[in-house]
T-cell receptor, first 115, second 110 residues
């Protein structure tokens, strides 16, 4: 696609439910980042993939959060047993990371509301 | 202390004023990004810098690698420039992770 695509754009769920958020990066981009942004705050790092592997998952807040990128392109962020505090906009960004550092491109985000 | 610090946190100015937003960082970097986020909107990349200066329209970004500091300037500011401006660095000391500043909220009054 032309840009980074995130689905769903909005998700409302009940406390305790399981949620999956999808990110489809720009074709050929090797690096993929997940962030979340609460109202009025800057993006908070969650996890970063280089290819298929998670190069850094130190930002995942707890073991209810997990992300995969099995084929090195599309990534899914999975949240188990959602809590109200998980409500935020989840942002995905991708770039080409090689000898030359590439521009960073963001998706529009997935707004998660946990009731 | 945050690894990427921005100042000011909030800035209100009159239309036409020259605006400067600052970013200091404490890690080794391979690149620095300036990003813009309008209220309720997505994040858009304005500049990516590894040295020197870049200009795009009324926007100018500079970086001083030795001082670990970057500035974003807006000339002849306009109400449509009102947005949050975010500095982000690609950290060589953190396995190329992108680290974000907390953003500067800019409001330009007509």
């Amino acid at each position: 696609g032309a840009g980074v695509s995130q689905t769903p754009s909005n998700k409302v769920t009940e406390k305790g439910k399981y949620v999956e958020l999808r990110c489809d990066p720009i074709s050929g981009h090797t690096a993929l980042y997940w962030y979340r942004q609460s109202l009025g705050q800057g993006p908070e790092f969650l996890i970063y993939f280089q290819g298929t592997g998670a190069a850094d998952d130190s930002g995942l807040p707890n073991d209810r959060f997990f992300a995969v990128r099995p084929e090195g392109s599309v990534s899914t962020l999975k949240i188990q047993r959602t809590e109200r505090g998980d409500s935020a906009v989840y942002l995905c960004a991708s770039s080409f990371l090689g000898v030359v550092t590439g521009e960073l491109f963001f998706g529009e985000g997935s707004r998660l509301t946990v009731l | 202390k945050n690894e990427v610090e921005q100042s000011p946190q909030n800035l209100t100015a009159q239309e036409g004023e020259f605006i400067t937003i600052n970013c200091s960082y404490s890690v080794g970097i391979s690149a620095l990004h300036w990003l813009q986020q309008h209220p309720g909107g997505g994040i858009v990349s304005l500049f990516m810098l590894s040295s020197g200066k870049k200009k795009h329209g009324r926007l100018i970004a500079t970086i001083n690698i030795q001082e670990k500091h970057s500035s974003l300037h807006i000339t002849a500011s306009h109400p449509r420039d009102s947005a949050v401006y975010i500095c982000a660095v690609r950290s060589t000391t953190r396995d190329d992770k992108i680290i974000f500043g907390k953003g500067t909220r800019l409001h330009i009054l007509p």
